[in-house]
């Protein structure tokens, strides 16, 4: 099983600097939000996109990750009844499988 997370590039750039990823949402951080958000396929993301990102013109990137050995709570969202899997604590680079570009369908 693999879960996704939308980036911005910027960010991934960032993170792979640091050595791990430590933002949750745009514009809020992993400290902010208390959790990384994610979907756990690429319907939810297509979800996701379509109520948060529709404005955002800087370049994204999809971040396939292995959840294992992560602290991964599936949780439904303030807006949402649907269950999302929520990052507790920085996602390390090695629990990413891939990172490629994303531009909605």
């Not at 949750?24 to 979800?47: K, P, Y």
């Not at 996701?48 to 294992?68: A, E, H, K, N, S």
């Amino acid at each position: 099983m693999t879960i996704l997370h939308l980036a911005l590039a910027t960010d991934w750039d960032a993170a792979r600097t640091a050595g791990e990823y430590r933002l949750s949402t745009l514009g809020r951080t992993l400290e902010q939000e208390g959790f990384i958000h994610a979907c756990t396929d690429h319907g939810q993301l297509n979800g996701v996109v379509q109520r948060f990102y529709l404005d955002v013109t800087d370049p994204l990137v999809l971040l396939t990750i292995d959840p294992t050995g992560l602290d991964v709570r599936l949780e439904t969202g303030a807006d949402s009844a649907e269950l999302f899997p929520h990052i507790y604590g920085p996602l390390p680079l090695a629990a990413v499988i891939s990172a490629d570009p994303y531009t909605p369908a």
